[in-house]
């Protein structure tokens, strides 16, 4: 399994889950420091330890070679997993053309690129499984995040697109939705207590969603027992949507 952004928060759940079922796990991130904790944390459970590789995502050649590397060493992708975005915060007047390319390059362009790396290998071999990461944000139409929604958004598209065309070659593709996950950065950031309020109004569940409710989802979504499942969009939001 391959996935992009790994180093800490719902990232670090997906790669602790999949080294947790026995997967070989390799992921991507430009945060070493995160990773190197990520990776301490997956052997204390004694499971194999997840291989990391340094990289800028906004910089597609990069993006393409550590790709590369990670095949040449561990073989064909058979699981890739789409996860890292940024959810800076931003207003509608303050949004430049530069900041506009610069947050669709952090949260949609490497998920195309991504996907056209291992496609052709899963292509030949009759199967293969891509999980986009999405959000509830444009679905909810939440303010504040323009550019971060219109990504998200489009990462919808671009699922079903894909798994419309792939399918006949064995390849499942599908979106996870995650609502308002309790990471660490997002209690660091922007949980205050008037917001959790508001999410908790609208939660049908409630309680936290914690990393690892999305990271198993991605897990079965992966797994054999999603086989007939692709096209489509898993939320783990408690029923905020």
Request: hydrophobic content about 50%; glycine content about 10%; proline content about 4%.
């Amino acid at each position: 399994m391959l996935l992009t952004g790994g180093s800490s928060g719902i990232g670090r759940a997906i790669v602790q889950a999949f080294v947790g079922q026995g997967a070989h796990v390799s992921f991507l991130d430009i945060d070493a420091q995160g990773a190197q904790q990520t990776i301490a944390l997956c052997e204390q459970t004694g499971g194999q330890t997840p291989v990391f590789y340094p990289c800028d995502l906004t910089q597609i050649p990069a993006l393409q070679a550590a790709m590369a590397a990670a095949v040449a060493k561990h073989g064909a992708v058979q699981v890739l997993v789409n996860n890292a975005a940024h959810d800076d915060r931003h207003a509608w007047g303050s949004v430049t053309a530069d900041y506009w390319d610069s947050r669709i390059a952090v949260n949609l362009r490497h998920v195309f690129f991504a996907m056209q790396e291992v496609i052709p290998a899963m292509q030949q071999a009759r199967q293969g499984v891509i999980v986009n990461m999405g959000s509830v944000t444009p679905v909810l139409g939440l303010g504040g995040m323009p550019v971060y929604s219109a990504s998200k958004a489009a990462i919808v598209g671009l699922t079903r697109s894909a798994a419309k065309e792939f399918g006949k070659d064995g390849i499942r593709i599908n979106a996870v939705v995650p609502g308002a996950v309790a990471t660490e950065r997002q209690k660091a950031l922007w949980r205050d207590p008037q917001t959790v309020a508001q999410i908790a109004a609208g939660q049908c569940l409630q309680g936290d969603i914690k990393p690892e409710d999305v990271a198993y989802m991605v897990l079965f979504l992966a797994s054999e027992a999603a086989a007939m499942c692709t096209a489509q969009t898993y939320a783990v939001d408690a029923g905020w949507m």
